[in-house]
């Protein structure tokens, strides 16, 4: 729920800050007192549209502040509109995205206004509200429909795809396979390329590399007095002193220990030698096998692992070509098997739904009794879509009749007002049920009603607030009487500027607030005692 709304400098406002209570929230005020400026600032700051028009003449910025609380956790809402055309927001301290403020606060506060008349008068929308009643018990299912409706997308999307691929593979098939015989007999593997100009540089180099192999050969180990002879001699010296001391000792098997390394370097440099007998003939394989590779490198722009991997696509295409109505019908299967799935889920879905619509016209029914339409009929007029969609095959609109004799119509097609208002609030109160949101803010509910209605209105309201916060404008005292708490905005004017305040009423102020809103003046004696009787009648449950 909302506990605090400060604003500041935001449009005809300078500084107001107030507290809501829970229960029945009202606010009410004189034509242009600002009630439609302070109900535009609660929706900015809750995500609404920035309109930097809205700041407030000679500031830099407008800030709109929301304290409250959801589900027992603290909520601290801002929202900032900077004159240069920049806008912040804030939740819990933390910059926020407006996508991710409006996420939040969908199940904060639902603001309803004139808009979500004509959204209950859309029949595009009847199947989302319906659904959104018992939301609990259709979610699950909701959800598998999703998550069938698109692996039957995908598998359709597939089984298309290649249908439309048919024609031109076959006419590709020639150049498909001419590419993948030419790329199999390359028999390139990873690396090679780089293999050969190893071996094109030591071959080119061999003459001096074999002269250095060699001697280095000799002076370790073919000369009379090569390396490992002169240290076999160290070593023999060193071991007949040896029992002298410990140092010669380790000097002894320290050289003996590197002695078997040269060896094994000799052994190596001997095998290396007799490799290195490279001809003419060896040189130019190598350099034609790179040219081959080079060349087919320049043709693909690929290195040789892409080349490869081509190679592989271009022989499933080709798999894919020589097996085309067999591979056309495994896709055929494996669709209408995700089709037979969905269409099973979205039966159960349709089963569901209608039992949920059921459930509904009963509540929606003894609504509308309650708001004054005592003769009235609903019903949910369901029509199957020839395709299935993502939220099953079900259409939905709803019809009423408002009067006794009269055939259910569309309830797009009711003329009044207050009728349409009435039948708003009804859902509310019963989707309002089933929604977590804790507060609920009314701007104009009481568009074209009056009397009688708008007792029925107030009261149904007051009902909603046992649950629900209420934040209600209203220019109707039936309405207003009804109010927890009730508040007056005013707008005064100074002499270069408007600004605009709002107070909270004791019980004497709200008194007054109700004659003047029934004749105008607030301290006629009539009309305050039949504030008196009004205020007092809302107060019986």
Do not use: W
């Not at 001391?245 to 002894?252: I, L, Q, T, V």
């Not at 078997?260 to 190596?268: E, K, P, T």
């Not at 087919?296 to 290195?303: H, L, V």
């Not at 100074?494 to 109700?514: P, V």
Request: hydrophobic letters at 35%; glycine letters at 6%.
């Amino acid at each position: 729920m909302i506990n605090r709304i400060i604003i500041d400098n935001f449009a005809t406002i300078e500084h107001l800050s107030f507290d809501l209570t829970e229960g029945l929230n009202i606010i009410t005020g004189e034509t242009g007192a600002g009630k439609s400026v302070l109900v535009e600032a609660i929706s900015t700051a809750l995500g609404g549209r920035a309109d930097i028009s809205m700041v407030r003449t000679g500031t830099a910025k407008a800030r709109i502040q929301i304290a409250g609380t959801l589900e027992g956790e603290d909520v601290i809402i801002v929202r900032e509109l900077m004159a240069s055309g920049k806008s912040i927001s804030k939740l819990n301290g933390e910059l926020v995205t407006l996508a991710q403020l409006r996420k939040f606060c969908s199940s904060f506060v639902d603001i309803h206004g004139q808009y979500d008349n004509q959204v209950i008068l859309d029949p595009q929308n009847h199947l989302e509200i319906t659904d959104r009643y018992r939301h609990k018990e259709l979610s699950g299912e909701l959800d598998t429909l999703h998550d069938l409706y698109q692996q039957y997308s995908e598998r359709k999307k597939s089984y298309n795809s290649l249908r439309s691929e048919e024609a031109e593979a076959l006419r590709q098939q020639d150049f498909y396979r001419f590419e993948s015989d030419y790329i199999r007999n390359l028999n390139l593997y990873d690396g090679e390329d780089d293999e050969l100009k190893e071996q094109l540089e030591l071959m080119k180099n061999s003459e001096k590399i074999y002269s250095a192999v060699n001697g280095a050969y000799d002076n370790l180990y073919e000369k009379d007095e090569s390396v490992l002879s002169g240290l076999r001699k160290a070593i023999d010296g060193l071991q007949t002193i040896a029992s002298l001391s410990e140092d010669f000792e380790s000097f002894a098997q320290t050289l003996d220990e590197n002695y078997y390394s040269i060896v094994d370097i000799s052994d190596a440099l001997r095998d290396m030698r007799s490799s290195l007998n490279y001809s003419d003939a060896d040189i130019d394989r190598a350099s034609e096998r790179l040219s081959i590779i080079e060349d087919a490198k320049r043709k693909y722009r690929m290195s040789i692992p892409e080349i490869i991997a081509y190679g592989e696509e271009l022989a499933g295409k080709l798999n894919i070509i020589d097996n085309f109505d067999a591979e056309i019908e495994q896709r055929r299967k494996d669709m209408d098997e995700a089709y037979a799935r969905l269409e099973k889920q979205a039966d159960r879905v349709s089963d569901l739904r209608k039992k949920n619509g059921e459930q509904l016209t009963q509540a929606l029914t003894r609504e509308l009794k309650d708001l004054a339409f005592a003769n009235s009929e609903f019903a949910i007029h369901t029509t199957r879509l020839p395709e299935i969609g993502p939220n099953g095959y079900d259409a939905m609109e709803y019809m009423i009749s408002t009067n006794p004799g009269e055939p259910l119509r569309p309830l797009s097609r009711i003329a009044s007002g207050g009728e349409i208002s009435r039948i708003m609030l009804a859902f509310k109160h019963i989707i309002g049920d089933n929604d977590s949101v804790e507060t609920m803010i009314f701007d104009e509910i009481d568009t074209g009603i009056s009397g009688k209605t708008a007792l029925v209105v107030g009261k149904k309201m007051r009902e909603i607030s046992e649950h629900h916060q209420i934040l209600c404008i209203t220019h109707l005292p039936q309405i207003a009487a009804y109010g927890n708490s009730n508040f007056r905005i005013q707008k005064s004017l100074s002499e270069n500027s408007t600004h605009t305040d709002i107070l909270r009423l004791d019980e004497d102020g709200k008194i007054h607030m109700l004659a003047g809103m029934i004749s105008g003046d607030p301290d006629s004696t009539s009309a305050l005692d039949a504030a008196r009787e009004l205020n007092a009648s809302a107060a019986v449950k």
